[in-house]
């Protein structure tokens, strides 16, 4: 969503530097140069970059083209300038800052300090049972909430990265990444420390996995 909403103002910024700089330009130039330039990235996303890291430049490109399809409506009236210029950052601008506080603190639990009974017993039993897939709570020693998330034996030989965790409403969202790296374990798992904890957990993998549903709970 951010890499969308970025290519949405880098629209706005190339829009208004050619109201700068080219200001005897014909507003369908200034389209075709909006739209010209989110194909541009497009292409470059997935011919250059290619794969998953393209994704993101892949995205900033629909940002680009839906500003360049806004430009193109809006120009035609006599506020849509004020809309295109003004209101569209302010919504984006709301929209990060409500992410933001909507971000919550959490620690990567280090394996070694997993050492009460209930813990082990549990990690022992998700290693037997490869096909436990999801997460478990627990509280932690300094009596802080963590999630013990499992990906199951068909992730062998990966570990697990968590890129961001953040709040929807009733909602906690754990945004993971998992990668192959000959990880030992026969169920690779990862225990995440949390402020705080919704009645309804998501975790979501880059890879498009969502560990949402029949969860351990």
Known sequence: ???????????????????LF????????????????????????ISVIGG??????????????????????????AIGKKILFIGVPLIIAVH?????????DYLVVDKERLMDVETKQYIGKI??????VGYK??????GEDFLLISMGGEKKG?????????ENYDETIIRIRTSYNKNPEPNPYIAVALTRI???????????TNYGDGLLD
């Open 198 to 208: 919704k009645s309804k957990v998501v975790i979501l993998d880059t890879d498009g």
């Open 22 to 45: 080219m200001r005897k330009i014909e507003d369908r130039t200034r389209f075709l140069l909006l739209f010209s330039l989110g194909i541009l990235i497009f292409v470059f996303s």
């Open 158 to 166: 990966n570990t697990i990265e968590v890129l961001e965790v953040k």
């Open 96 to 104: 990060v800052f409500v992410g933001f506080i909507n971000q919550v």
């Open 1 to 19: 969503m951010y890499a969308y909403e970025a290519g949405i103002i880098l629209g706005i910024v190339i829009c208004g530097l050619t109201y």
């Open 52 to 77: 998953f890291e393209g994704m993101p430049y892949g995205v900033l490109s629909l940002g680009v083209l839906t500003l360049a399809v806004l430009y193109f409506f809006l120009n035609r009236f």
């Open 137 to 142: 709570k627990f509280k932690g020693g300094e």
């Open 127 to 132: 290693e037997k049972d490869t096909s436990i």
